[in-house]
């Protein structure tokens, strides 16, 4: 895992919080603000086993 995967990871086990849960538009923003695809987002959240709910673009 590259030092950018790992510090994403990290953020979105900590937004994720201890439901492992993170909202659409949590990882969008993450994703813009680390200047990654979401797809990438959404591949480490996969990884994580974090659920991602209220999906409002079919991005995830």
Known sequence: MVADEKSIS????????ADRRISCSEARKLARDRDVPPAE?????DELGIK???CELGCF
């Open 41 to 45: 987002v959404g591949r480490l959240c």
């Open 52 to 54: 991602i709910y209220a």
């Open 10 to 17: 990290q953020r979105l086990l900590e937004l994720s919080g």
